[in-house]
């Protein structure tokens, strides 16, 4: 609690009502302006070109996300301070990606975000459950690395500092990230379903499967960053996304029909599956893994924000879930956006319709998200004067 100057308590602002909002416009903007940059031939916005797409949707819009998902209440001075850093990383990235501004408040705003979102997670007995704070640490991390990847210094560099590489260890890390949080957020809420219908869950958070996933993925990633690792990081992708699959069965979510928003969090959660599978067998073939890791981006990450975004917005604002035709429309969106992008392949500039059509979908979903979470706030704060 902080105070204004008349001694009065005031609370502090939870994090999510101003980054949820303003990360879902971003990434409705984000993806149709990174195709118009290179089927306009005009290069413009240039730091949607090439790997900066990449970099502004993980290190720009998820992080974000997780600013909004982790923070918490906040005082007002905090908040602002880290959401004016984002707001000023990502126009600098945007329009002028290699200037010192951009190459310097990018990685500010990530170990700022590291500074008062890690923390948070320390309290926790188990390891299990502290394993979030580093692992969000690490994601901010790599914003430093890869500033160094994409830096005029690095030429002289090891050659491990590659921009690409990078960029793919950030997606491996998102899903080890998901993996936990998704887990942690669905068992809990399929639990209290099923005990409300007199139907016992014993395997809940399943901290054996959760622990071998951990492991699995932290390896993983480590991995990612040597590209003569590749076979080795495509074979734990694919037994990664078999132990989500199993550890999504044991959750009996077929009792769950009455409840469509853990639905399609569960769905989201397949969608990591998915990912993982598809991109560890284009490992595991030496192919390109790009395409199929846009299942985690877009399928996963795009499936299971949006379904947090509106769960909390709805429970905040009027303590009930969202409805139905909302639920089942974020689904359906994400998962055309996620197989058209997967049609369009690892030359998605050859297949602009299907280009098109992803972009169009993911844009219009995460628009009516940042609405809707807009118009959520407003009765929030209509309820409480």
């Excluded at 502004?56 to 908040?79: D, H, K, N, S, W």
């Excluded at 369009?344 to 098109?356: D, M, Q, R």
Aim: overall charge positive; glycine content about 8%; proline content about 6%.
């Amino acid at each position: 609690m902080t105070s204004d100057n008349s001694g009065m308590p005031r609370k502090n602002i939870h994090a999510f009502w101003l980054f949820f909002p303003a990360a879902s416009l971003f990434a409705a903007l984000t993806v149709p302006l990174s195709i118009y940059s290179v089927l306009s031939g005009t290069g413009w916005p240039p730091g949607l070109l090439g790997a900066g797409h990449g970099h502004e949707l993980i290190f720009g819009f998820a992080l974000a996300l997780i600013a909004g998902y982790t923070l918490g209440p906040q005082p007002g001075r905090v908040l602002t301070l880290l959401f004016v850093l984002w707001i000023l990383a990502r126009v600098s990235w945007v329009l002028a990606p290699e200037s010192i501004a951009a190459q310097l408040l990018s990685p500010a705003f990530a170990l700022m975000l590291a500074r008062y979102a890690v923390p948070r997670f320390q309290a926790a007995k188990k390891w299990r459950n502290r394993i979030a704070g580093p692992l969000i640490l690490l994601l901010c991390l790599l914003s430093v690395v890869f500033w160094l990847a994409s830096n005029t210094l690095a030429a002289s560099a090891p050659a491990i500092l590659d921009s690409r590489q990078v960029l793919t260890t950030a997606i491996v890390g998102l899903l080890l990230l998901m993996t936990f949080i998704g887990g942690r957020v669905i068992a809990p809420a399929v639990a209290g379903t099923l005990e409300k219908r007199g139907i016992p869950l014993e395997a809940r958070v399943q901290p054996h499967v959760e622990g071998t996933l951990l492991a699995i993925l932290l390896l993983a990633l480590l991995l990612s960053f040597l590209p003569v690792a590749a076979p080795a990081v495509g074979l734990l992708l694919l037994v990664a996304g078999f132990l989500i699959v199993v550890r999504a069965a044991r959750w009996k979510l077929w009792h769950c029909r009455n409840r469509p928003d853990l639905l399609v969090l569960a769905l989201g959660y397949l969608w990591l599956a998915a990912g993982a599978g598809a991109s560890g067998l284009s490992l595991l073939k030496e192919n390109d893994p790009v395409a199929s890791m846009h299942l985690i981006t877009i399928g996963a990450l795009g499936t299971l924000s949006t379904s947090v975004m509106l769960r909390l917005a709805w429970q905040r604002a009027r303590r009930m879930t969202p409805p139905i035709w909302q639920v089942v429309g974020i689904a359906s969106g994400m998962a055309i956006a996620a197989v058209a992008r997967l049609y369009a392949g690892n030359a998605p500039f050859l297949e602009p319709v299907a280009l098109w059509l992803a972009s169009a979908s993911w844009s219009c979903i995460y628009g009516f998200v940042a609405l809707q979470t807009i118009l959520l706030f407003r009765d929030s704060q209509n309820r409480r004067k």
